[in-house]
């Protein structure tokens, strides 16, 4: 048998009894993937040991893919466009607080440049895996301060792929030059718009024309196949591939089929991520800690402490509360999965000293199991820190509310700047095309390289022109793009120079497009003579070319958001000031079920409001007081964290009361009603019966006569023989 498949069943086994030990105790299970490596790997001798350690490092590789596969189909890009100005700031405030703050404690250590760069970016990126999985153990998605969160943690996602991408040139060429990583960062941004644009335009097309044929083995495979191809792209063109699985994912993300994939891709990913993790524990170098076990106790509290002041100012600066921007700073105080992919490349690039990637592991590992306890403390450390403020500076820090003004309009040339920077892209990205692709194949098939550079222009220049119109012409039709001298005359200043910028930047793209396939004069006078060619012959086909591709495209990016626009407007989705909207579930067995809302108290009792009742497909909006709460209902409330998380406690769980009626105590028992019994001549409802028994009276004997079901108005009268289905203890101390 292959030693690999021995590896397999050893890397698997150890793993499984490990999490479920972890999970026995309540403790993160990737430190059970963790543990579970260091037990498998060189360092540990009483367990079996991989043996094969390279083709693990593959296994690992393709366990890196999958889990950032899966980030990208929980990441979306327009995701990122909405999280705000608050989640922007508060993660890019992090971000750069921690990259200077580690490199300046690698110096400190004494470390050389290289080991000190790359722990800044190992404590930069919190934990999305971590982070998620406490918020879930805790109860605490309700919170307001989660959705600031989540916001962080998808600007974190893309600051960590960019990381990745600008620590891979700083470790090829050894130096750190600002000219060298601000053309990475645009070729990243180029790459990014790029395979944006065409996986928008492309992959949805193909899952709507797909879509009755897919299930849920075929989507896994056409989706890890779109996945893989994305890699080999992003390989080819110099990136990582864990940059190339992120992006499929995200363009997988933004489509109508994008949860169903992610659902379906969940095993896989755990499998994977339970592999790579392993991995990670298998490289845990005990020497290596003991000799710097000083370094990872000052890393573990500088991360605790740097990412929860860097978090909680960054919060502020964006107009968070205290209380709101205090939450945020401590569940963002941790490292883990980006934090071994960082590492990991270090290693792969022979880079970095072997000491730092256990010491990244270990501060992972301790950060982990202080997570759940960091979060838990948060309200209790704001109501400490509130009492130690001075008066006035607690009343500006309420102030601060994190709404943004809505009605604050961007400028006209802010507007176009989308437009122009995206048709832009899309011109230079299809002249790089036929130069690197089209026009080396061309040379092989035709008589002269002159010919095939011909050809190779004439079709970049074909395919480019619906876009060097959208971006030279303001108008949607050609109509409007008409511009007589009296109309110039009338046009403001700024509109003036927005006309000829385009122009200029048109006819720039232009020559960029010559420029591929011939010499710098040959490019000015094709480029002249395109450009008075394309003033002669008009725009009106290149117009509706063009506003076919816009359309199409616009309808790919909106399709999976008609559906939930839709389906959104039947909720209240505005809250005011520190209140916010949560959605619960009615548990079966909670107190308030069947209970009209009067009753329950709501409002009074706990402080929020009911905004509405979804039951199965009926949504009952603004519900009155005299409506009921049954069992699975979906309730939507207004409220703050507190007032929230008090009715979470009576809606959402196993009530006493109910959970007092044990099964095995309920049966049918008889009692001979006679003598001076209290319930002679009142009716059944007003006996009680039903709320002293938790029972139902099923049965009346009387004078020979038997009653099934018996009216509950009927009165009860000396002689009857009540049959009572109910509570048996309770039945028998009603006798």
Request: with cysteine; net charge neutral.
């Amino acid at each position: 048998m292959p030693t690999l498949i021995e590896d397999l069943g050893i890397i698997l086994a150890v793993a499984g009894v490990v999490t479920l030990l972890f999970k026995k105790i309540g403790q993160p299970v990737v430190l059970g993937y963790l543990l579970a490596g260091f037990l498998v790997g060189p360092e540990v001798s009483f367990f079996p040991t991989v043996q094969e350690n390279d083709e693990i490092k593959i296994w690992a590789e393709i366990g890196v893919i999958v889990l950032l596969f899966g980030l990208g189909l929980e990441f979306s890009f327009k995701k990122l466009v909405t999280v705000g100005r608050g989640a922007s700031i508060t993660a890019i405030t992090e971000v750069l607080f921690m990259l200077g703050l580690g490199y300046l404690l690698g110096q400190g250590f004494g470390w050389n440049t290289m080991d000190s760069i790359f722990l800044g970016g190992i404590l930069s990126i919190s934990s999305t895996t971590i982070i998620i999985r406490a918020f879930d153990e805790l109860g605490f998605r309700q919170r307001r301060f989660v959705t600031l969160v989540f916001g962080v943690l998808i600007v974190e996602d893309l600051v960590a792929i960019l990381l990745l991408v600008l620590l891979s040139t700083i470790a090829v060429s050894n130096t750190f030059e600002g000219t060298q990583l601000l053309t990475s960062a645009a070729k990243l941004a180029f790459f990014l718009t790029l395979w944006f644009l065409g996986g928008i335009f492309i992959v949805p097309w193909f899952l709507r024309k797909t879509r009755s044929l897919m299930n849920d083995e075929t989507s896994l495979i056409v989706s890890l196949a779109m996945c893989l191809l994305m890699v080999l792209l992003a390989t080819k063109s110099g990136f990582s591939p864990a940059l190339g699985a992120f992006i499929m994912g995200s363009i997988l993300a933004e489509t109508p089929d994008g949860a169903r994939i992610e659902h379906t891709l969940k095993s896989v990913k755990d499998l994977f991520a339970a592999v790579f993790f392993v991995s990670v524990g298998m490289l845990i170098n005990l020497d290596a800690l003991k000799e710097h076990w000083f370094a990872v106790a000052v890393i573990t509290i500088v991360t605790i402490l740097g990412k929860l002041f860097s978090s909680t100012i960054g919060a502020l600066l964006s107009g968070q509360s205290l209380r709101v921007s205090l939450q945020t700073g401590m569940s963002l105080a941790q490292i883990g999965e980006f934090s071994f992919i960082i590492a990991t490349l270090g290693l792969t690039l022979k880079v970095t000293s072997e000491f730092l990637y256990p010491l990244a592991v270990a501060v992972s590992a301790i950060t982990t199991l202080t997570t759940p306890y960091l979060i838990k403390s948060s309200d209790a450390t704001y109501i400490w820190i509130e009492k130690k403020l001075p008066a006035d500076w607690l009343s500006r820090l309420r102030g601060n509310t994190g709404l943004e003004n809505p009605n604050v309009q961007s400028s006209k040339i802010a507007q176009e700047m989308p437009r122009v920077f995206l048709n832009s892209v899309l011109v230079v990205g299809i002249a790089l095309a036929c130069s690197k692709w089209l026009l080396p194949f061309l040379s092989k098939e035709l008589p002269s390289e002159g010919m095939a550079a011909l050809v190779s222009v004439a079709i970049a220049m074909f395919l480019s022109l619906p876009s060097l119109w959208a971006i030279f012409s303001k108008a949607r039709s050609v109509a409007g793009l008409m511009v007589r001298i009296e109309d110039v005359r009338q046009m403001s200043y700024q509109s003036v120079l927005g006309l000829f910028g385009r122009a200029l930047l048109a006819i720039f793209l232009l020559g960029f497009i010559v420029a591929q396939f011939t010499s710098a004069l040959v490019t000015f006078i094709l480029a002249a003579g395109l450009s008075m060619l394309m003033a002669v012959l008009g725009f009106k086909n290149f117009s509706k070319t063009y506003g076919w591709f816009e359309k199409q495209f616009l309808s790919h990016l909106n399709e999976k958001d008609k559906a939930r626009i839709t389906n959104e407007k039947e909720y209240p989705i505005l809250a005011p000031w520190d209140a916010h909207l949560a959605t619960l579930d009615v548990h079966p067995n909670s107190s308030v079920v069947g209970r009209k809302l009067a009753d329950i108290g709501i409002r009074e009792s706990y402080g929020v409001t009911v905004a509405m009742i979804e039951r199965g497909s009926q949504k009952i909006l603004a519900p009155r007081r005299d409506d009921l709460l049954m069992a699975f209902d979906r309730v939507s409330v207004i409220g703050n964290d507190d007032e929230v998380s008090k009715f979470k406690e009576i809606i959402s769980k196993n009530s006493d009361l109910h959970a007092g009626a044990n099964v095995t105590n309920y049966g049918l028992k008889s009692i001979f009603i006679s003598g001076q019994n209290p319930f002679i001549g009142k009716s059944i409802r007003e006996s009680g019966i039903r709320e002293t028994t938790d029972g139902l009276v099923v049965g009346l004997e009387r004078s020979g006569e038997r009653v099934l079901n018996p009216d509950a108005t009927e009165s009860i009268q000396d002689g009857d023989l009540l049959w009572i289905v109910g509570n048996t203890e309770k039945i028998k101390l009603l006798k």
